[in-house]
């Protein structure tokens, strides 16, 4: 009779685990852009507002956002403070209703940017990380990705935060960071000649046509501002997700395409291979799997 009950939550337990292997993609994502406000910035706020239509239709085009539309927020620190920019917030998505509405649709990001400002000098990204993770809310069915974007390493003004502790609110959501920084990469050699790299060690070259090329397990970090390296890229790198650098974006003419190119293909690569949040299991789950193997294990002692 004992070994009949205990058999039960172990035959459970070994569906939750079937259930959890066979992860569906996503069919919508969740993208939120933590984005310096300082003086120097103003160029990368207008790119946001103009390369977000092609990441929105590189998602489509894959099956992302058809059946239950694709959202998009907007966070931005490190303003000044007396406008109210310089803690971590979201901008209004939708600047013709009451409220700040926290998510919106592509061509609301793209309106919302123009509301940044460029005031400011104190950027911590790691705050600006938490605060996202903490205080956005994320649909279970969807794929959940950040996008950082500062010339500056980090300003320390929350000494509690660290990176295992970053990590964990990201793997609590499936998502995946990607980072657009003051930093050098190469492809082979550690200089300044690649768009980017992923964790894959992948490294992204502009090829001077307005496109890139990728150099697989070649890409390398070079040097960088301050504590860009250890702040920022290693951080992307373990979540899973990618770095870049602004600088060859700043270059403008077909560096910048080649830029926009290559970021774009792999946020929309990375967002359709990503599990939504729902498969996150539940702690309740996670006690089940815990009693169904433990009765395993008993019926083995029994016989």
């Known amino acids: 009779m004992n070994k009949k009950w205990i058999a039960v939550p172990a035959s459970v337990a070994a569906a939750v685990m079937m259930n959890t292997a066979a992860v569906a993609a996503p069919i919508t994502a969740d993208v939120v852009f933590l984005v310096d406000e300082s003086g ?7 790119w946001l507002g103009n390369m977000i239509a092609s990441l929105e239709s590189g998602l489509q085009g ?62 911590d990204g790691w705050n600006a990380l938490d605060w996202a993770i903490n205080n956005l809310n994320y649909r279970g069915n969807a794929a959940v990705n950040f996008v950082l974007v500062t010339d500056e390493d980090r300003d320390n003004t929350n ?14 959501l499936n998502a995946l960071l990607n980072v657009v920084v003051n930093n050098n990469f190469g492809c082979g050699v550690s200089s300044g000649n690649a768009i980017g790299i992923d964790s894959d060690d992948n490294g ?22 301050g504590t860009t390296k250890s702040d920022y890229i290693d951080l992307a790198l ?28 792999t946020k929309v690569q ?10 996150v299991p539940e702690p309740g789950t996670l ?17």
């Open 62 to 123: 894959q099956g992302v956002g058809v059946s239950e539309a694709n959202r998009y927020s907007l966070v931005g620190f490190g303003g000044s403070n007396n406008q109210n920019h310089l803690d971590p917030h979201s901008h209004d998505m939708d600047a013709g209703t009451g409220g700040n509405q926290a998510w919106g649709s592509s061509t609301q990001f793209a309106s919302a940017t123009s509301s940044l400002v460029t005031t400011g000098g104190t950027e």
């Open 270 to 279: 990375e967002i359709t291979e990503q599990p939504p949040v729902s498969t």
């Open 159 to 172: 000494g509690a935060l660290n990176k295992p502790g970053l990590l964990s609110g990201l793997n609590g």
């Open 287 to 303: 006690a089940l799997l815990g009693l169904g193997l433990t009765g395993l294990a008993f019926r083995r002692r029994k016989a």
């Open 238 to 265: 373990d979540s899973g997700g990618a770095a870049w650098n602004l600088g060859i974006l700043r270059q403008g003419g077909n560096n910048a395409a080649s830029f926009t190119s290559s970021f774009v293909d």
């Open 204 to 225: 992204f070259q502009a090829d001077g046509a307005g496109g890139f090329t990728k150099c697989e397990g070649a890409g390398v970090i070079g040097s960088g501002a």
């Open 40 to 46: 120097s910035m103003s160029g990368e706020h207008t």
